[in-house]
Antibody, heavy 121, light 107 residues
Framework: EVQLVESGGGLVQPGGSLRLSCAASGVTVSSNYMSWVRQAPGKGLEWVSMIYTGGNTYYADSVKGRFTISRHNSNNTLYLQMNSLTPEDTAVYYC???????????????WGRGTLVTVSS | DIQMTQSPSTLSASVGDRVTITCRAS??????LAWYQQKPGKAPKLLIY???TLESGVPSRFSGSGSGTEFTLTITSLQPDDFAVYYC?????????FGHGTKVEIK
């Protein structure tokens, strides 16, 4: 079965750090363009970061310099390292696969179920 | 960043109705637009990409149109399973942005 499963969410204090993981099955993370998308409680969707097959990375301005996207090819897992967290980072974080097969497209055809990150003292 | 504006924010409709949701981009995005459906507690589901291409497995009552800055998602004959929130998303640039969503609720 093709699926993405996020983990690593939880409660963290402002200024703290957290690393999210997205374990993929039936899909090879390194062969796909992968993103993190978040959704604050009761709010809309916000793209956070993307990693290209070649390793280039891109970030939303709201997280640039604080978040780092990476992947581990041998265990087929996508990561999001989040530092200097603020309450505004509270959200469900989804990992998502780009719909492009040869080149990056920019839309998402496969999503995980998400993991909740709560930043609060 | 390209801003995406959806209207209406909420839409009340009955089963069998024809429903249209509009999405406007702050600058031209050609046809680099996708539509998603999201139900409570679930991840978004891709419905349409490249403005009008139906994702595999999505019912044909969903259709998309538009180019440039104005786009529409149409649901012909609304079904009980279609009550959800719908988002548009532009992918014209590497800074991807979503609309704020349109909630389709039961009238």
């Amino acid at each position: 079965e093709v699926q993405l499963v996020e983990s690593g969410g939880g409660l963290v204090q402002p200024g703290g750090s957290l690393r999210l993981s997205c374990a993929a099955s039936g899909v090879t993370v390194s062969s796909n363009y992968m993103s993190w998308v978040r959704q604050a409680p009761g709010k809309g969707l916000e793209w956070v970061s993307m990693i290209y097959t070649g390793g280039n990375t891109y970030y939303a301005d709201s997280v640039k310099g604080r978040f780092t996207i990476s992947r581990h090819n041998s265990n087929n897992t996508l990561y999001l390292q989040m530092n200097s967290l603020t309450p505004e980072d509270t959200a469900v974080y989804y990992c998502a696969r780009d719909g492009g097969t040869v080149t990056q497209e920019g839309y998402f055809d496969l999503w995980g179920r998400g993991t909740l990150v709560t930043v609060s003292s | 960043d390209i801003q995406m504006t959806q209207s209406p924010s909420t839409l009340s409709a009955s089963v069998g109705d024809r429903v249209t949701i509009t999405c406007r981009a702050s600058q031209s995005i050609s046809t680099w637009l996708a539509w998603y459906q999201q139900k409570p507690g679930k991840a978004p589901k891709l419905l349409i990409y490249k403005a009008s291409t139906l994702e595999s497995g999505v019912p044909s009552r969903f259709s998309g149109s538009g180019s440039g800055t104005e786009f529409t998602l149409t649901i012909t004959s609304l079904q009980p399973d279609d009550f959800a929130v719908y988002y548009c998303q532009q992918y014209n640039s590497n800074s991807l942005t979503f609309g704020h969503g349109t909630k389709v609720e039961i009238k």
